[in-house]
């Protein structure tokens, strides 16, 4: 039986050797911190064995806005094309769906310095279930990056616009059972069940009046929004038990422009489909 010819080679003292694709990604990874404004502070991670290799949290200077993201960070050498798409695992995006906190899917140019980035969600939920209802049952399935969606400080502040909504997610619940409450109450008092109930549409009202970040986010869409004059109007009334000249007009106005802000709120997901469906710009992901 011939013997094998010894190679020189002990493999128990070869040093290791760094392949392409990890050098590839430590690159990416640090293009994209380059990337970052004095406003994105990068959390810790203890172990990136399961496709997160970064979480981020935005801040207004030296205030917290309470947006927290996750970023996956795919790094490759080669510059970007005209249309900047990737074929991503099916498994990938049923891991960033089971998350709650928003998951950015970013593509690096190593050779451009840039980052184009997505938001898995939303994509899953607007653009990948309307082009491919089955696509749970694929093994990958191509992810389209917006041109416009650069990681850079524009880029960023899209990115807090975009999941903004998502931050302030349970606090829209509470704005949406108060006002179901705050709405009973006000009726049933126009309705002539008596100035009491007026003390318990106070406190809803004044629950709804300490989700100010939540009620920032739509001050560009809801204009005169005025909730301490709807306060005063309703402890008047509370007083008197009537309302004064013209307060009905103020309390009905007061109340629909929250009734704005819950239609808005409750109707995102559908006005981000539509867009993503008819627009090439401004897409929500």
């Given at each position: 039986m011939?013997?094998?010819?010894?190679?020189?080679?002990?493999?128990?003292?070869?040093l290791?050797?760094?392949?392409?694709a990890?050098?590839i990604?430590?690159?990416?990874?640090?293009?994209?911190?380059?990337?970052?404004?004095?406003?994105?502070?990068?959390?810790?991670?203890?172990?990136?064995?399961?496709?997160?290799?970064?979480?981020?949290e935005?801040?207004?200077g030296?205030?917290p806005?309470?947006?927290?993201?996750?970023?996956?960070?795919?790094?490759?050498?080669?510059?970007?094309?005209q249309?900047?798409?990737?074929?991503?695992?099916v498994?990938t995006?049923?891991?960033a769906?089971?998350?709650?906190t928003?998951?950015f899917?970013?593509?690096?140019?190593?050779?451009?310095?840039?980052?184009?980035?997505?938001?898995?969600?939303?994509?899953?939920?607007?653009?990948l279930?309307?082009?491919?209802?089955?696509?749970?049952?694929?093994?990958?399935?191509?992810?389209h990056?917006?041109?416009?969606?650069?990681l850079n400080?524009?880029?960023?502040?899209?990115?807090?616009?975009?999941?903004?909504?998502?931050?302030?997610?349970?606090?829209?619940?509470?704005?949406?059972?108060?006002?179901?409450w705050?709405?009973?109450?006000?009726?049933?008092f126009?309705?002539?069940?008596?100035?009491?109930v007026?003390?318990?549409?106070?406190?809803?009202?004044?629950e709804?009046?300490?989700?100010?970040?939540?009620?920032?986010?739509?001050e560009?869409?809801?204009?005169?929004?005025?909730?301490?004059?709807?306060?005063?109007t309703?402890?008047?009334?509370?007083?008197?038990?009537?309302y004064?000249?013209?307060?009905d007009?103020?309390?009905?106005d007061e109340?629909?422009?929250?009734?704005?802000?819950?239609?808005m709120?409750?109707?995102?997901?559908?006005?981000?489909?539509?867009?993503s469906?008819?627009?090439?710009?401004?897409?929500?992901?």
């Amino acid at each position: 039986m011939a013997k094998k010819k010894d190679s020189g080679v002990n493999e128990l003292t070869t040093l290791p050797k760094r392949i392409e694709a990890h050098r590839i990604d430590t690159q990416a990874v640090r293009v994209v911190r380059n990337k970052l404004t004095p406003d994105w502070l990068e959390r810790g991670l203890e172990d990136r064995d399961y496709g997160i290799d970064m979480m981020l949290e935005a801040f207004d200077g030296d205030r917290p806005t309470g947006v927290l993201i996750l970023f996956q960070i795919k790094g490759h050498a080669a510059s970007f094309k005209q249309e900047i798409s990737m074929s991503v695992p099916v498994k990938t995006l049923l891991y960033a769906r089971m998350f709650q906190t928003p998951f950015f899917l970013l593509t690096v140019s190593v050779a451009d310095d840039r980052a184009h980035f997505v938001w898995l969600q939303k994509y899953i939920n607007t653009r990948l279930t309307s082009e491919h209802k089955r696509w749970e049952r694929q093994e990958h399935v191509t992810v389209h990056f917006p041109r416009d969606n650069v990681l850079n400080g524009v880029g960023l502040e899209k990115i807090r616009s975009l999941v903004t909504y998502t931050a302030h997610r349970d606090a829209g619940i509470s704005f949406l059972a108060n006002l179901i409450w705050l709405k009973r109450y006000v009726d049933e008092f126009e309705s002539g069940a008596g100035k009491s109930v007026l003390e318990q549409a106070l406190v809803h009202l004044r629950e709804i009046e300490m989700l100010e970040k939540f009620l920032e986010t739509y001050e560009d869409h809801v204009e005169g929004l005025d909730l301490e004059l709807l306060r005063m109007t309703l402890d008047k009334a509370k007083s008197y038990g009537q309302y004064d000249y013209g307060d009905d007009k103020v309390v009905n106005d007061e109340m629909s422009r929250l009734s704005q802000i819950e239609l808005m709120f409750l109707s995102k997901d559908e006005v981000d489909a539509f867009v993503s469906e008819n627009s090439d710009k401004d897409l929500p992901y």
